[in-house]
């Protein structure tokens, strides 16, 4: 079964900051990969997604990460922070070869963004 | 109106109570899954649906069980709550099938269940 690593439980920076949030994942050769974001008091929202082609994906509001297959790695990067990019942070995979499996999250990354 | 739709939205009950959870989509995905969130470890899996008639344990679940009404809908229930069942309670969706299937799961706004 799939595993996801998220290696700091809490991030803080602050505001105007560059950060990253670091994801890996146990071996599999097909794999897509998601990070998702969750406010206070809210429901997960999707934020990017690996599915194939480049290995680098964005989101609309600045953040990227990039796919690193030979390092297992899918870290979130964002080169300046705002206050309201305040939120957890949740990596996910799935394993895409037979389709029958759930989304495998991590224990979530707290990115507190101060002033 | 949102896309998955959780009932309630809170709930305070006692232990021993049975509860019942409730989800429904408009998304008309095949796909439905019941996730447990507790603090510092993330989002896991108690059942998953791909269709009516094909549900799933996940990881977590024991004490659990869930019906599968209609493509539409998914309920979770606590057969006799305990206070460690104690979380925030997330209904997904999801696309199904080969060919459609990424992974990605679209989230009810959660159900905050406390057992006293």
């Known amino acids: 079964a799939q595993s996801v690593t998220q290696l700091d439980s809490q991030v803080p920076v602050f505001e105007e900051a560059p950060v990253e949030l670091r994801c890996n994942y146990s071996?599999?050769?097909?794999?897509?990969l998601f990070w998702y974001v969750q406010y206070p008091n809210q429901g997960l929202q999707l934020l990017l997604k690996?599915?194939?082609?480049?290995?680098l994906v964005e989101s609309i509001n600045g953040f990227e990460a990039e796919f690193n297959k030979s390092q297992t790695s899918f870290h979130l990067r964002k080169p300046s922070v705002h206050i309201s990019n305040t939120a957890e942070y949740f990596c996910a995979v799935s394993d895409h070869r037979t389709g029958r499996r759930a989304l495998t999250f991590g224990s979530g990354t707290r990115l507190q963004v101060q002033p | 109106d949102a896309d998955v739709t959780q009932t309630p939205r809170n709930r305070i009950t006692k232990t021993g109570k049975r509860i019942m959870l409730e989800c429904s989509q408009t998304?008309?995905?095949?796909?439905m899954y019941w996730y447990r969130q507790d603090p510092g470890l993330g989002l896991r899996l108690i059942y998953y649906?791909?269709?009516?008639?094909?549900?799933n344990k996940g990881e977590i679940s024991d004490g659990y069980s869930v019906s599968r009404q209609a493509q539409a809908k998914f309920s979770l229930s606590l057969e006799s709550a305990i206070p460690n069942q104690t979380a925030l309670y997330f209904c997904?969706?999801?696309?199904?099938?080969?060919?459609?299937?990424?992974?990605?799961?679209?989230f009810g706004e959660g159900s905050r269940l406390t057992v006293l």
């Open positions: 649906s791909f269709d009516v008639k094909d549900i």
């Open positions: 998304k008309g995905h095949d796909r």
């Open positions: 071996s599999s050769v097909s794999v897509y």
């Open positions: 690996y599915l194939s082609g480049s290995t």
């Open positions: 997904a969706t999801s696309e199904g099938g080969r060919g459609l299937y990424t992974g990605e799961l679209f």
